[in-house]
């Protein structure tokens, strides 16, 4: 089964407006961390989000938030008040945190493609 | 700025050379570090393990003896594509993940800006 999944291939939204993009994640571990990246077309990868699987509130970043729905396994990524330069590619990761360790790799999913229009 | 370094950042090369990609953690000593290979408009793919002092570890249908990695310091990890063809041709990217000693960002895992790897 995919431990990362991300349903939407390409998302469009207006300039200033608010963006979800949905992922869905699956592990049986207690310990992990959800990530979210954006990679630009100029291939890096820009950390923007970090979400404890021990974390009560929801993570923010500025105008980024996780909306982390623990029951659900659901960590969906909220762009407030979208801007041209959003435009890119944007993953979900998890990392599992086996024995405790923080410095397992990432499970990443297909990738949303965010389109920001004036 | 950016903690983890990847060069070179494109390489083009001919079919059966040999090209050598490094990974330097910058601020911050890195036992493990990850490999990363990424086709146009997909995910990116694991590809192996870099352990500092030990063997990589490398995911399943990845040619140990085509890929070789050498971790041979704290903050050096080295990806060598032997003799590449252009089916090699691909985005090589590194990752590091800062460990709980590492002071501010502790669950953070971060990436080299890539390598753009061409074989003619």
């Known amino acids: 089964a995919q431990k990362i999944t991300q349903t939407q291939p390409g998302m469009f939204v207006q300039e200033k407006e608010a963006v979800t993009l949905d992922c869905t994640y699956d592990?049986?571990?207690?310990?992990?961390?959800l990530f979210w990246y954006k990679q630009p077309s100029s291939g890096e990868m820009i950390f923007l989000i970090y979400q404890g699987s021990y974390d009560q509130q929801n993570a923010t970043e500025g105008r980024y938030s996780l909306n982390f729905q623990k029951a659900r396994k659901s960590a969906n990524l909220v762009i407030s008040a979208s801007q041209l330069g959003d435009s890119a590619m944007y993953f979900c990761?998890?990392?599992?945190?086996?024995?405790?360790?923080?410095?397992?790799?990432?499970?990443f999913g297909r990738g949303t493609q965010l389109t920001v229009w004036p | 700025g950016a903690v983890v370094s990847q060069h070179p950042s494109r390489v083009i090369c001919k079919s059966g050379t040999s090209v050598k990609i490094e990974c330097r953690s910058l601020d911050f000593q890195a036992t493990t570090m990850f490999w990363y290979r990424q086709f146009p408009k997909q995910s990116l793919m694991l590809m192996a393990t870099s352990n500092e002092g030990s063997k990589a570890t490398y995911e399943q249908g990845v040619e140990k003896d085509k890929f070789l990695i050498n971790h041979a310091s704290l903050t050096l990890s080295t990806l060598t594509v032997t003799s590449a063809h252009p089916e090699d041709s691909s985005f090589y990217i590194c990752s590091a993940p800062r460990g709980l000693a590492g002071g501010p960002g502790v669950d953070t895992q971060y990436f080299g800006p890539g390598t753009r790897l061409t074989v003619l």
């Open positions: 592990t049986s571990d207690p310990s992990y961390g």
């Open positions: 990761a998890m990392r599992e945190d086996d024995r405790g360790s923080t410095l397992g790799r990432l499970y």
